[in-house]
């Protein structure tokens, strides 16, 4: 093809294609930084470059309730790609179940804990992802 002449680019960009036939631009270099938001914390979430959210926090209670909710830091804007809970325990009672009461929604899901002698005041943890 015929030669084009390239605009010169700035510190801190690089050279892209823009497609066939068409010249080449300066673009600004993409990030390096693998987040674009995050909440630290008991309940947070990291949004990673590309749309993945994973999420986390506790959910249960040492007292006597035997259901509950969780709102998720942020509600997804899209799916739920998966959920993983696990339980543990900060007393002396033995383990029992705390189990998601229904599928999990895009801003969170309902608990149950099952109830029997000495069955009460369970906490879990989860983990969330989606987009």
Not at 33 to 59: D, H, K, R
Not at 77 to 103: E, F, K, M, Q
Request: hydrophobic share 30%; no cysteine.
């Amino acid at each position: 093809g015929n030669p084009v002449a390239v605009a010169t680019g700035n510190d801190g960009q690089v050279l892209t294609s823009t497609g066939a036939g068409s010249p080449p631009a300066f673009e600004a270099i993409p990030s390096s930084n693998p987040y674009t938001a995050y909440s630290a914390g008991q309940a947070g979430y990291i949004t990673l470059v590309g749309g993945l959210i994973i999420q986390w926090g506790v959910f249960g209670t040492f007292g006597t309730a035997t259901t509950g909710t969780v709102t998720y830091p942020l509600t997804f804007p899209n799916n739920i790609y998966g959920i993983t809970t696990s339980l543990w325990n900060d007393n002396t009672t033995a383990l029992y179940s705390l189990v998601l009461d229904r599928d999990p929604t895009k801003s969170g899901f309902d608990w149950y804990q099952s109830q029997g002698s000495g069955n009460t005041g369970r906490v879990g943890s989860y983990i969330v992802t989606g987009n």
